[in-house]
């Protein structure tokens, strides 16, 4: 409609021009993320459109006039969120703010005493202390949340700095109970395993302070991926707590001091009360569950169910493998996910080639010898088919790829099919698959995981129709 409309500006009736200025500032307020209900998550959109809005609004009405100082201001204050949120304080931070002060100070509000000029006259001296307090170091971040496992092997407070950002952490433990019927211990004592589980009996209740302003709202790339149609966004909120919680587990894991966790995983924060104060100001507040959960509820009152598991053959490992890397995709561990898709889609291909190696005379062909210019004649006779049997290629031998075997097993497999479609979603799968199995550092994200998933899941219809 914005956009429809933007083209209508000038001219039309006075009721028109009145319909026009009431749509784009109910336009302006419905992006806003500091007015009215507070929305789930922000982002790059959210913003430019209220800017949009804003820019169109100032055209109808001219240069900062009344319907347009509100909305100005909340423009500055989205700024700053944009710029300092989770930043430390330095030289850059100084002159963004000393411009922002600026046209804080420039937008002259309406002399009177009417509630609206008196709000944003409040609004303007809120903002002005936001910027002081950031300016003067005394903006802070307080978290709290629990995790359902023990971080540090007793109560501690923790000092660090995560993205040049200084941090201070307590942790607090709590006993949920022995797991074992006849184990008594005593009150104030904690027990777990000391082996690496990944269910304790001991909680670790955590406070976390970060001397920097934070945009609870302000949304980060997803971080696990789910099977529901709402995607499981992520905010840079429960990214910045989930930093600090693996940090402090990589620390006690170089100094060998077992705590018997397993690695944090995103999903393991249930929940984040958070409080962004300007000196002793709660400038604003969150309580948040996590957002890339899903929360199911059952009821106790269902009747028993009869649950009968017949004796069967064990799963193929591909099958196994595959439901390692839907766990790790589930739980926010994205590299996890790769590496066991691609252990999968490789055993898969191993069963596709007994599939389809019907005689002893086929499997040797299929598993036989590589050379290093074995696709060389076929590339180069397509570009020029006159070349074909002119060039003599080295035998060099290289190790027979599963990519190659995959090729050689779909020239005997008859299916019906495209085989350059084939090469293709593999291809996809695959792609991330030497930087992780030979130990360099994959940058992987959920479209990357998503991509991979869409892929196998194709091969796995197409190449396993030899054994229906």
């Known amino acids: 409609m914005y956009y429809a409309v933007r083209s209508h500006l000038k001219g039309g009736s006075r009721n028109w021009q009145m319909a026009l200025g009431n749509f784009l500032i109910n336009g302006a307020l419905s992006y806003d993320r500091f007015a009215g209900l507070r929305p789930n998550v922000v982002n790059q959109m959210h913003y430019d459109m209220f800017c949009h809005f804003l820019n169109t609004l100032q055209k109808l009405d001219g240069n900062l006039m009344d319907r347009t100082t509100f909305f100005h201001l909340e423009k500055i204050k ?181 705590t018997g966790a397993w690695p944090p995983l995103p999903n393991d924060i249930h929940y984040i009360e958070c409080h962004v104060f300007a000196g002793d100001k709660d ?35 591909s099958d196994c493998a595959y439901n390692f890397a839907k766990i790790y995709a589930e739980s926010g561990q994205l590299e996890e996910a790769i590496f066991w898709l691609n252990v999968s889609v490789e055993a898969m291909v191993e069963d596709f080639i007994q599939q389809v190696a019907t005689t002893g005379e086929v499997l040797a062909e299929i598993e036989g010898d590589e050379y290093k210019f074995d696709t060389a004649e076929e590339i180069l006779t397509e570009q020029f088919p006159e070349m074909k049997g002119k060039v003599e290629w080295p035998n060099t031998i290289i190790h027979t790829s599963i990519f190659t075997k995959l090729k050689r097993a779909l020239k005997y497999s008859g299916l019906a099919v495209n085989k350059k479609e084939v090469i293709k979603k593999y291809s996809q799968v695959n792609a991330k698959r030497n930087t992780l199995f030979h130990g360099g550092e994959a940058k992987i994200d959920v479209n990357d995981v998503e991509k991979a998933f869409g892929a196998y899941d194709w091969l796995r219809k197409n190449l396993t129709q030899l054994q229906r």
């Open 283 to 317: 400038f604003d507040n969150l309580t948040s569950t996590n957002p890339a959960l899903v929360y199911h509820f059952t009821s106790l009152k269902k009747p028993t169910a009869e649950i009968k598991i017949e004796e069967k053959q064990r799963s193929q490992w």
């Open 78 to 258: 989205w700024d700053i969120y944009r710029e300092c949120s989770l930043q430390p304080h330095g030289e850059r931070q100084e002159e963004f703010l000393e411009q922002c002060k600026k046209k804080v100070l420039g937008i002259s509000i309406p002399h009177g005493n009417d509630n609206s000029t008196h709000f944003i006259r409040k609004h303007q001296e809120a903002l002005l202390e936001l910027i002081d307090a950031i300016n003067s170091g005394s903006i802070r971040t307080a978290i709290h949340t629990t995790l359902p496992y023990k971080l540090t092997t007793t109560d501690a407070e923790i000092t660090m700095i995560v993205g040049g950002v200084d941090v201070h952490v307590k942790t607090k433990h709590h006993s949920t109970g022995s797991s074992i019927p006849i184990a008594q211990i005593a009150e104030g004592t904690t027990m777990s395993t000391m082996g690496p589980s990944k269910w304790t009996t001991t909680t670790c209740e955590l406070f976390i302070e970060a001397n920097c302003l934070t945009d609870v709202l302000e949304e980060r790339s997803k971080v696990t991926l789910r099977g529901d149609d709402d995607g499981g966004y992520w905010t840079s909120l429960f990214d910045f707590t989930f930093k600090v919680l693996y940090s402090i587990w990589a620390h006690a894991q170089q100094l060998e001091d077992v």
